[in-house]
């Protein structure tokens, strides 16, 4: 038993890739979350002195914007959105009650964003700079929008060190880099560093679920262990890409077999790999298609609509008032199957409180689609 005779441990491994994570879930569920299990039980019997598990700032979900997640906030809750951090999240509160239940002496650290010499090509930085260097696109979810905190390894080693050289039992450490970036603004940065044009960013279909701002509050780290990030996004990117450059032997070899099969799936045939995701369950929504109101008319038909739903401009953001215009909605719903669409289709005119929404349905054929075919129909006159 590898732990056997050891003093601490450190928890490293996992899972890592948010992409991989939602077109199978299952890997990320058993490696992060019964591993770590298994990993806990392991260091309980064996009675190990101290437990650091690496997780990340993922756990924290989706910021608004502007903020910064801090360990100890009432603000920031573990409210992941994706497979992986879900699952990261699930490990992270698995460690806390073994620390409060069996006292196991465990520490959790959560880190913002990675890059540095020798990280897998599928993560979005040496993607990013590996289709610079071969001239190829640089395909960018969505509008690009998203923001992330970069942190060098090196220093997110140091921090790990630091935990658990000095770090309080049961306590949660942020170690985030100091800057927030745009993914598209990273890309556009990384061109220029490399000399390519500008010309090879290229948008494709956002990842479902994506979220919009991962940062961080260091505070805590800073005040009790003397930590800070040493290595400037500059000088950590310049020589990233020089890593680059220097070991195309290895980065050939990472880049072929599986990983080939992987960039086909994800970037080279996006559209039909998201289609057999977003097909298989409900619409994926992400912070922004929650705080942004829908817009206020569907624009096409198809046989595949059914659902109606008339919703208020801030249903998601005051839950009363959601709760009684998905009543409203639902009597008017009701009437409409009464045969009364147009009185429907007049209180969605006069109240400009109310938005129309679809939803996607299966059954083309559904009586529900029937009603949803002639609500257009009769909304677009
Ligand atoms: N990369 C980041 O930006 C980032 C940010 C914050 C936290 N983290 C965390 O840091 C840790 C390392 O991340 P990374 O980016 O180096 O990921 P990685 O995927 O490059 O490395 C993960 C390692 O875990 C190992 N592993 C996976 N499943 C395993 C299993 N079932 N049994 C034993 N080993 C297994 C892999 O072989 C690999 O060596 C992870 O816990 C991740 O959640 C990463």
């Not at 573990?78 to 490990?91: D, I, L, R, T």
């Not at 970036?181 to 010309?199: C, D, I």
């Not at 040493?230 to 680059?244: A, F, M, N, P, V």
Request: glycine share 6%; charged share 25%; hydrophobic share 35%.
């Amino acid at each position: 038993m590898a732990m056997a005779g050891r003093q601490t441990v450190v928890h490293f491994a996992a899972e890592s890739h948010v992409d991989r994570s939602i077109y199978d879930p299952a890997p990320m569920i058993e490696t992060n979350v019964t591993g770590t299990f298994v990993l806990l039980q392991i260091a309980r019997r064996l009675h190990v002195e101290k437990f650091v598990h690496v997780s990340t700032d993922e756990a924290y979900g989706d910021l608004p914007p502007g903020t910064f997640a801090a360990e100890d906030s009432e603000d920031s809750l573990v409210q992941p959105s994706s497979p992986y951090s879900a699952s990261k999240a699930s490990s992270d509160l698995i460690v806390r009650s073994y620390v409060r239940t069996f006292g196991l002496p465990a520490i959790i650290t959560r880190a913002s964003n990675n890059y540095g010499p020798f990280q897998h090509p599928e993560k979005f930085l040496p993607l990013m700079i590996a289709s610079a260097l071969d001239d190829k696109p640089l395909p960018i979810y969505g509008d690009g929008k998203q923001e992330r905190n970069w942190l060098h390894v090196q220093d997110h080693c140091r921090g790990i060190l630091a935990v658990l050289e000095r770090g309080r039992i049961g306590e949660v450490y942020n170690i985030g880099g100091a800057d927030v970036v745009e993914n598209l603004t990273m890309a556009r940065r990384l061109l220029r560093a490399t000399g390519k044009p500008q010309s090879l960013i290229s948008h494709v279909a956002d990842r479902p679920g994506h979220d919009r701002r991962y940062a961080l509050n260091c505070e805590k780290i800073q005040r009790e262990l003397g930590w800070k990030p040493t290595i400037s996004l500059d000088d950590g990117l310049r020589q990233t890409i020089e890593w680059h450059r220097s070991y195309t032997k290895w980065l050939t070899e990472v880049r072929g077999g599986h990983y080939r099969t992987y960039y086909q799936k994800y970037y080279e045939n996006r559209g039909s790999s998201l289609h057999a995701i977003t097909e298989s369950g409900r619409k994926p929504t992400s912070y922004l298609a929650r705080a942004i109101p829908q817009p206020r008319k569907a624009t096409t038909y198809s046989p595949r609509t059914s659902v109606l739903f008339l919703r208020g401009k801030n249903a998601s953001r005051k839950p009363q008032a959601a709760r009684t215009i998905r009543h409203r909605q639902r009597r008017l719903l009701h009437r409409s199957l009464g045969d009364q669409i147009p009185a429907a289709i007049t209180r969605l005119r006069r109240n400009p409180r109310l938005v129309f929404q679809q939803r996607r349905s299966h059954e083309s054929g559904s009586p529900a689609c029937q009603l949803g075919a002639r609500f257009h129909a009769e909304l677009a006159q």
